[in-house]
């Protein structure tokens, strides 16, 4: 194993110049890496919240509002077919857990219950995710299932998750670390970030944006004592000429997610406004309202909120328009970053937030430089002491290996935190423990009469096991942590199980390289080690 084969040597030379290029510009300022080659410029490390400050949320999805909102979508469903089917029926409404309503007509029973059945669609894992039963006076109830409510509180969490990235991503805020906690709940550890109430006000905001037609059959003060016709709803308006709030029809017309784009502008007033645009489909839905609805108002809703009522003056044929009401110019910015990065399924409730000051976070990165410093200094003077010149070979060998975990973690843009430098100093300690387990094992070949490199290349042939069981457990160990973990215990996992790998390779190869160069010039007759 000692032999000094050519490809040993070009691979050890080949990850040296690897880990130099891609580790240098993470030592040097700024402002001596912008004036380096462009090659020379790699990527830096992505520092952690707890090291370059920022802002932490834990967010949980309101699973009461999703599950009402979907009865309340239900409700509108079983109108929409029942009135189309044309099947008379009254007390038509959710209650906790299911939606009810009574079949008028006896003769209309069956068709009833295949108008209702279709509403149902089979789910992946088999079963449906609507059951339609039948009971007592001709009342129908539909109920989603257990694991219907579960499918969509996975699929409501899973799709939060792109929407707050997206979101995040348009602030401008770097790297970002958006990760699932349990079942409902979703941890945002935003660096650079300082202030947790602009990311709340951008993240939690639901940005559901509908239109809906105007119901002008009632007058608000009716609405308002309860007289909201069938099909209803009165809504808060921020308009000021309609301060008791608007009634709109509770069927959407057109819903946000037909939207393709959405910039702020200003209107003919020079006011601030927000130009919108439709896919095809939504175009052609948004055309044949307008078209059909001349002279009469429809609604544009966010987030249950009126915003803007005008009165329809001609049909919108072009897919697009512009919103007008009361923004300001960073409202609107706001609002359209908001339609662009899609609706937020449900409500998300705010657990816990803070703040990691700047100041905070340089005196982590202090602790941790002196940390790794003093644990670098206690393992070089270890093995150096212990085993002389071959403990030379060794600290080499572990410069070595700090370079290359540098240089992957700045590649692949891994975050490094606070306990990724103690992972950093684990592997180094990993490390140590390979090149030890080789040089007692040498130390026994050569007491037991074998000549020195006989006895350097059993130590490294028979340690080799060993080495390679104690770095896989490692390794499982720090997989395992990386995907049960959140936040910090994946930065530890990171930076460990990259260190397992690096340090198997250096603790090996860069070591046997530089005792096989040892060997062929200096011919020695006894081991440094004895």
């Not at 910039?263 to 007033?269: I, V, W």
């Not at 393992?379 to 290996?401: E, P, Q």
């Amino acid at each position: 194993m000692l032999q000094l084969r050519p490809w040993k040597v070009v691979l050890v030379a080949l990850a040296l110049v690897f880990g130099v290029i891609f580790t240098l510009p993470n030592l040097l300022p700024r402002s001596v890496t912008d004036s380096l080659p462009s090659w020379a410029q790699g990527p830096r490390l992505n520092l952690g919240l707890d090291l370059q400050g920022g802002s932490y949320l834990l967010l949980e999805v309101d699973t009461v509002a999703l599950k009402q909102e979907k009865l309340t979508n239900l409700t509108e469903d079983v109108r929409r077919v029942l009135t189309q089917e044309q099947i008379e029926f009254t007390g038509l409404g959710p209650t906790t857990n299911a939606v009810q309503v009574r079949i008028t007509n006896a003769g209309q029973i069956d068709r009833a219950f295949k108008a209702l059945s279709k509403l149902s669609a089979p789910m992946a894992g088999g079963g449906r995710d609507l059951l339609v039963a039948k009971g007592d006076n001709q009342i129908f109830s539909l109920t989603a299932p257990p694991q219907a409510d579960a499918v969509a509180v996975n699929q409501a969490v899973e799709q939060s998750i792109e929407i707050i990235r997206k979101r995040i991503d348009q602030l401008g805020t770097r790297e970002p670390s958006i990760t699932r906690n349990g079942a409902t709940r979703i941890v945002i550890e935003a660096p650079g970030e300082s202030d947790p109430e602009k990311l709340k006000a951008v993240i939690g905001k639901t940005a559901k944006l509908t239109f809906q037609m105007v119901d002008d059959s009632v007058t608000t003060e009716e609405a308002a004592a309860g007289r909201v016709p069938p099909g209803s709803i009165l809504l808060p308006s921020d308009e000021a000429y309609y301060p008791a709030g608007v009634i709109v029809k509770r069927r959407v017309d057109v819903s946000g997610d037909a939207l393709t784009n959405a910039q702020p502008s200003f209107d003919q007033n020079g006011r601030p406004s927000l130009n919108f645009r439709f896919n095809g489909q939504g175009a052609h839905r948004f055309a044949m309202i307008t078209s059909q609805n001349l002279g009469k108002r429809f609604a544009i809703v966010l987030d249950g909120r009126v915003i803007s009522s005008p009165t329809i003056q001609s049909a919108i044929t072009g897919g697009s328009g512009e919103i007008t009401g009361n923004f300001t110019q960073e409202s609107a910015n706001q609002l359209a970053n908001l339609l662009r990065s899609g609706a937020l399924p449900a409500k998300l409730n705010v657990q816990e937030q803070r703040t990691v000051g700047a100041e905070l976070g340089a005196d982590s990165i202090r602790s941790g430089e002196i940390s790794l410093a003093i644990g670098a200094a206690a393992i070089f003077a270890f093995i150096i002491l212990s085993y002389g010149l071959f403990g030379v070979f060794a600290a080499i060998a572990l410069i070595v290996n700090g370079f290359l975990i540098i240089g992957l973690m700045s590649i692949t843009q891994a975050t490094l935190t606070l306990p990724g430098i103690a992972g950093l100093i684990l592997t180094l300690a990993v490390a140590v423990d390979a090149n030890v387990l080789t040089y007692e094992r040498m130390r026994e070949e050569a007491r037991a009469g074998r000549t020195p490199l006989l006895a350097a290349d059993a130590g490294f042939r028979r340690a080799w096991v060993t080495i390679v069981d104690a770095n896989v457990t490692t390794l499982i160990a720090a997989v395992i942590m990386f995907i049960a973990g959140t936040g910090t215990v994946k930065g530890f996992a990171w930076t460990l199980g990259f260190g397992v790998l690096t340090s198997v390779f250096t603790a090996v190869l860069v070591t046997q390289v530089l005792l096989g160069w040892w060997f062929k010039t200096f011919k020695p007759k006894t081991l440094p080690i004895l």
